[in-house]
């Protein structure tokens, strides 16, 4: 019976030609778009998850409030890692490392500039990384000793053997190569391609020794005997910095590293999501899409009842059982849904390039990996049963005696049930395009509003080597400047789209004790605020005039407004152990998310040895390959052992916007294929509708219709199902993105723009769609349809 089936299957197939392809097609489509964004989701869910003991494994994070709310960050102490080994039996492993930092590794003529990180000797042991050689007993314990990952070790030393050799750091001492370690996989949030100890980082970082229970500027790492045992020691580490150290506010918690990366946002202390919540649209996505393509499949199968309803006439005359018709009907779709499947296969291998070069990441079909095949298998079984039910029912219920007579099928719930399916697809369809317009409105909205500095023409440079003496620097200023290459030129202690470096250890005048302020604190130097293009709104900034300015501060607007000062230029406050007076008040300008509101700012004296970045105002007047060339040129000379490590603020910026980004192309994108499948389905009502009213149509133009009265009669039916789906997607459309966009404080109003747009287009698509099958219908010979009356 099961040959039997395959073969009338194979023969509907080749008969139908033209149907089988628009179904097949549909299918592949709604399948490699569910293929995609399933292994994307898969990916980003495999985050962390390759060590041993992820289960068991825990990022230490501190919540601090102050401004009025309660920031979260996986920055600690130093001291919290020996403390919570020392004094927690649930801890097996605690160990303290820096966050990836760039700094130039070389070895003879080779410098390379590569992510470092300084780390306890337990960092291995809880993240159990690949030796491939050395010392994978003790690393980590020799202070002047260093670990390469593979590609490192091949980029210094190529096919030598690397062990034992000596490696600089930053141009200065040696470090001993100790071990070599497997190329950290990318689905992992600690990434580095060098490890040193963390008794070297402090030997080259005296301060940090000194550092109390108040300074967060490390990562602890903590193994736990058993995952159960969390939450008793969240409790037993509450007040752990106040135990330690009086007057301190802030609280301890521990967050498992296989929700580092998706669980990246909080709100009041507690896990507020992150990323999850993207994923969790991308899967539901790939759902949608998949039941799309399915529902589809329904209208196209059941358009062609007319035609199948003879044949399971006969079928059921001749003896065959209702249950012997849903099986070869379920058979076919599921033959479908195989030969969907393997031309999906070869649009995501075609499509996968593209698609990865938008991600950042490298995909790929796991074509070893067994699960990836049981997935696979469920998809196209999950798909040709869910694809063939609705049609292998429906077609098995002909009464034989009334097809056999002609015909006259009751198809009223028929039709209700397919309108349904149509109007499902198209709510889908027309919410995606109301989300993509606003996602985009969104986007435009934050780019183009004002940072409070002219990012064009702005480089930021590293400054590293003999460009943080004083005298070199200075030289080099010279020379940039009388050059004409640049008009302004200024330094800054690090990156000025860059995060992090926060204090709260700030009093002034009228303060209450027990508000805790947290401030961004910068360095800058002279000539800063030609240099970046923004503005003093009182006072006046550093200048090489006024050469006792060390303890002097500048503030931006936002701290000027959380102070609450009078005349904030002249005041004295308490900065840390000092007293400083406030000179400035400079205007607000973005410094870290385009989409938060500006922080509260402190600015003091940057000096040369400080490191940070130059900043340059390159000259509009002159040819800016020619200026780069020139500043290249002079940076090389003064600094010959370090590469030039520069890039144009706005490029630096412009990653900020990626996630945003990646959201609407993704969304354009699978949206695309969302509206094309739900054409296709709306096709298959087309196709189902002329059939039905097939002699109607005649019967009206031998009665004298004209052709364009037929398309008006055929395409209102269709018209006012689009109208329906889209006053139901619209008010869902509304929820979602207004969720989506109460996660930014600087955001658009949802206007009536986007709804009007999706309703254009969503009516603009129905009507082409339909027309099409509609003009070949009105168009054919009345004779054809009336001859057999």
């Not at 990366?261 to 998949?290: P, T, W």
Request: hydrophobic share 45%.
């Amino acid at each position: 019976m099961f040959k039997l089936n395959f073969k009338i299957a194979l023969r509907n197939l080749w008969k139908n030609k033209g149907f089988s392809l628009i179904n097949i097609g549909g299918l592949a489509i709604g399948l490699a778009s569910c293929m995609l964004l399933l292994l994307y989701v898969s990916y980003e869910f495999s985050f962390d998850k390759q060590y041993e003991n992820y289960k068991t494994t825990y990022v230490a994070h501190t919540n601090m409030t102050a401004n009025g709310k309660v920031h979260t960050w996986a920055w600690t102490p130093g001291l919290l890692a020996p403390e919570l080994k020392a004094k927690y039996s649930a801890v097996v492993n605690a160990a303290r490392s820096s966050y990836p930092f760039e700094q130039l590794i070389s070895y003879d003529d080779k410098k390379i500039k590569n992510k470092g990180l300084f780390a306890d000797p337990e960092f291995i042991k809880i993240l159990d990384y690949k030796f491939l050689s050395g010392n994978a007993i003790s690393p980590l314990n020799n202070i002047n000793s260093v670990i390469l990952t593979q590609s490192l070790s091949h980029k210094l030393f190529g096919n030598q053997n690397p062990l034992g050799k000596i490696v600089k750091l930053d141009n200065e001492g040696g470090l001993k190569v100790e071990a070599v370690i497997a190329d950290l996989p990318e689905n992992t949030s600690i990434k580095f391609d060098y490890l040193m100890p963390w008794k070297l980082n402090e030997q080259r970082q005296k301060w940090i020794k000194e550092q109390g229970w108040g300074s967060n500027f490390c990562l602890t790492i903590v193994q736990l005997q058993n995952s159960s045992l969390l939450d008793q020691v969240n409790a037993a580490v509450k007040g752990i910095y106040q135990r330690n150290q009086k007057g301190l506010l802030n609280e301890l918690f521990l967050h498992p590293l296989s929700k580092l990366h998706l669980y990246n946002e909080f709100e009041n202390g507690k896990s507020a999501g992150g990323k999850i919540d993207k994923l969790r649209v991308f899967f539901m996505l790939a759902i949608c899409i998949l039941l799309i393509a399915c529902v589809n499949f329904m209208n196209l199968s059941t358009a062609r009842s007319e035609k199948r309803a003879k044949e399971v006439g006969v079928r059921k005359a001749i003896g065959s059982s209702r249950k012997a018709l849903v099986a070869q009907f379920i058979l076919e779709s599921t033959l479908l849904a195989l030969i969907g499947t393997i031309i999906a296969f070869i649009l995501v291998e075609i499509s996968l390039p593209y698609f990865n070069s938008i991600l950042n990441i490298n995909l790929i079909i796991q074509y070893n990996n067994w699960r990836y095949w049981l997935t696979l298998l469920g998809l196209v079984v999950f798909t040709g049963l869910l694809a063939g039910s609705y049609p292998a029912f429906y077609l098995s219920s002909f009464d034989p005696v009334k097809v056999l007579k002609g015909f006259g099928v009751k198809t009223g719930s028929a039709i209700s049930v397919r309108k349904v399916l149509v109007v499902s697809q198209f709510v889908f369809a027309a919410c995606l395009i109301v989300c993509t317009l606003v996602i985009y409105q969104q986007l435009t909205y934050i780019k183009n509003k004002p940072l409070g500095y002219s990012q064009g023409n702005l480089v930021q440079m590293a400054a590293l080597g003999n460009l943080r003496q004083t005298s070199k620097l200075e030289l080099l200023k010279t020379k940039i400047l009388k050059s004409g290459a640049a008009t302004s030129v200024s330094l800054l202690s690090m990156n000025i789209d860059e995060g992090g470096n926060n204090t709260s250890d700030i009093n002034w005048p009228g303060k209450n004790p027990n508000d805790k302020v947290l401030f961004n604190q910068r360095g800058i130097g002279y000539d800063f605020i030609a240099t970046t293009g923004t503005e003093m709104v009182a006072g006046r900034e550093f200048k090489i005039e006024f050469p006792g300015d060390s303890n002097k501060v500048l503030i931006n607007e936002a701290a000027a407004k959380i102070m609450a000062l009078k005349n904030p230029v002249g005041t004295v406050i308490d900065y840390g152990e000092y007293k400083c007076t406030i000179i400035g008040v400079m205007k607000d300008f973005v410094a870290e998310s385009p989409y938060q509101k500006v922080a509260p700012m402190i600015f003091n004296r940057a000096y040369h040895d400080d490191g940070g970045v130059i900043l340059l105002r390159l000259n509009e007047a002159a040819n800016i390959s020619a200026s780069l060339s020139k500043i290249d040129a002079m940076v090389k000379a003064i600094n010959p052992d370090y590469p030039v490590d520069r890039v144009f603020v706005s490029d630096s910026f412009e990653e900020k916007y990626n996630s945003e980004k990646l959201l609407g192309t993704l969304s354009n994108w699978f949206g695309s294929f969302a509206i094309f499948i739900s054409c296709l389905g709306l096709l298959g009502l087309a196709l189902f509708m002329a059939e039905q009213r097939k002699k109607e149509i005649s019967i009206r133009k031998v009665l004298g219709a004209s052709t364009s009265h037929i398309l008006t009669l055929l395409n209102k039916d269709f018209v006012k199902l689009v109208a329906i789906a889209n006053l139901i997607a619209f008010p869902l459309a509304y929820v979602i993105i207004n969720k989506w966009l109460s996660a930014f404080e600087y955001r658009i109003n949802i206007s009536v723009l986007p709804f009007v747009m999706a309703f254009a287009v969503s009516f603009l698509i129905a009507v082409l769609t339909v027309s099409i099958q509609s003009i070949k219908v009105a168009k054919a010979n009345a004779v054809d349809a009336l001859k057999y009356e």
